[in-house]
């Protein structure tokens, strides 16, 4: 737990979130990572039994809830701006509790 300083993050999808079909809808923090005791956020390792490692982050801030439509994104040639009406963003400072769980597979 003491060597763990930061979380990397860009968009977290939000669950139980109905949006218009065939958008994508997620939060998004107000910069790429999570640090430990930063503005109040924890990040507390829950378990990590059988090669699974489950962790919890404790008041993660965000600043905005955004979205875009997955068809038209998937239109465009990389780089390119969406046309307008196929995405949105509205800010608001807001704080969430984010539980994850991945696989952690040893190199040797």
């Known amino acids: 737990?003491?060597?763990?300083?930061?979380?990397?993050?860009?968009?977290?999808q939000i669950p139980d979130f109905e949006?218009?079909?065939?958008?994508?809808?997620s939060a998004c923090p107000p910069c790429s990572h999570i640090n430990d005791g930063e503005k109040g956020q924890r990040i507390v390792?829950?378990?990590?039994?059988?090669?699974t490692?489950?962790?919890t982050v404790h008041d993660a801030c965000?600043?905005?809830?955004g979205g875009s439509d997955k068809a038209a994104q998937r239109a465009l040639p990389c780089g390119a701006?969406?046309?307008?009406g196929t995405y949105f963003q509205v800010r608001q400072d807001f704080?969430?509790?984010?539980?994850?769980?991945?696989?952690?597979?040893?190199?040797a």
């Open 81 to 84: 701006p969406m046309p307008e």
């Open 62 to 65: 965000f600043f905005a809830v």
């Open 45 to 51: 390792i829950d378990s990590f039994e059988n090669g």
């Open 53 to 55: 490692l489950s962790w």
């Open 1 to 12: 737990q003491s060597k763990l300083k930061f979380a990397a993050v860009e968009r977290l």
């Open 95 to 107: 704080k969430g509790l984010l539980h994850f769980q991945c696989s952690v597979a040893s190199t």
């Open 19 to 25: 949006g218009r079909e065939g958008w994508e809808v």
